[in-house]
């Protein structure tokens, strides 16, 4: 062991680990600043040579005064295979609360999988998880703090991933976090597959909400999107909401959204909007954007827009919900 009072960075993995020896890391260099398990290049495992009637012993040894880890600002585990992450929260103090934590790793193989919930601790950052960010197929889930000091981020590594898995067990972690958020970014694909886990959880209203980015990528909705019906989320309300941005990703190589996806999306933004009380105030609430590479997307977005509200209006021989949303959004600057 050459950690010590002194020791303030460690980065270490790529191998067989000993449950005891990463206990003694911690008890014996309470001055860590950064910890890292793991690595990027090769999986690690966590040997646990710690009977179980030692493991309390062990846990309350770390969690006598000074705690160890009380000076961790950020604690990152890459790459470790199941069960390690449950190995090790078996000893870590339980008051244990790092600023920064982040899981570089496979995706949850089922939704009982949850070492990873445990590890991010998300039970205990309700106070954190004021800006959400889920990223396309929710291969990257990072939660802010409203003044930027704490983080929690999740980065799925497999190339085959079933989104739904990880944003069940991200609903279910820790629900009153759904009451905290302020500002949520996330592709129209996962906006679809997160209604269901929030409507089983018995998530009504996103009660902080003030901004909601909905991004769409034709790429990321190839062979992969169930059609949204226009009430899906009408269940789901947002009393402070006061913007929706949509934001058109991509380049102007990309393959442009097409009429189905675009139909996607408003069918989406319908009960939101509806439910705020804005249908015939789009101008308040409606934003479109579009990556500063694709200005020619955006110009596409507004076209499909067009054409849907046309055909709509000719064959409800009147405004609908659908068309007026439509029209709006294809008047968008």
Not at 110 to 121: A, C, G, Q, R, T
Not at 230 to 235: F, H, L
Not at 308 to 314: G, K, L, R, S, V
Request: charged letters at 20%.
């Amino acid at each position: 062991m050459y950690a010590g009072a002194r020791t303030t960075h460690v980065s270490i993995g790529g191998f067989t680990l000993k449950l005891g020896y990463i206990a003694t890391l911690l008890e014996f260099a309470p001055n860590l600043d950064r910890l890292t398990i793991g690595s990027l290049f090769r999986p690690t495992h966590i040997d646990n040579d710690i009977s179980p009637e030692a493991v309390i012993r062990v846990r309350r040894s770390l969690s006598a005064h000074p705690r160890a880890g009380s000076r961790l600002t950020h604690f990152d585990a890459v790459s470790v295979v199941a069960p390690g992450l449950a190995l090790l929260c078996q000893i870590l103090p339980t008051q244990l609360c790092v600023p920064n934590m982040s899981l570089v790793r496979p995706a949850p193989v089922d939704d009982n999988d949850n070492d990873w919930l445990l590890f991010l601790m998300i039970p205990r950052i309700a106070s954190i998880s004021e800006e959400i960010n889920i990223s396309a197929h929710a291969t990257f889930v990072t939660l802010h703090s409203a003044d930027g000091t704490k983080t929690r981020t999740l980065s799925c590594t497999t190339g085959d991933i079933d989104h739904t898995t990880i944003l069940r067990a991200l609903v279910n972690a820790h629900l009153p976090m759904w009451d905290t958020v302020q500002t949520l970014t996330i592709n129209i694909l996962q906006w679809s597959a997160l209604l269901d886990p929030l409507h089983g959880a018995g998530i009504t209203q996103m009660g902080a909400l003030q901004s909601l980015t909905i991004n769409v990528d034709q790429r990321e909705a190839e062979d992969y999107f169930d059609e949204i019906v226009e009430d899906d989320s009408a269940w789901l309300k947002f009393p402070v909401l006061e913007k929706v941005h949509v934001v058109v990703c991509g380049s102007d190589s990309a393959a442009e959204p097409t009429f189905e996806l675009v139909l996607n999306v408003i069918r989406a933004l319908i009960p939101i909007i509806r439910d705020i009380g804005a249908i015939r105030m789009l101008g308040s609430v409606l934003d479109l954007r579009a990556w500063a590479a694709a200005p020619g997307l955006k110009t596409a977005f507004r076209e499909r827009c067009k054409e849907i509200a046309e055909e709509q209006e000719e064959e409800e021989e009147g405004p609908t919900a659908v068309s007026l949303v439509a029209r709006h959004l294809s008047l968008l600057p």
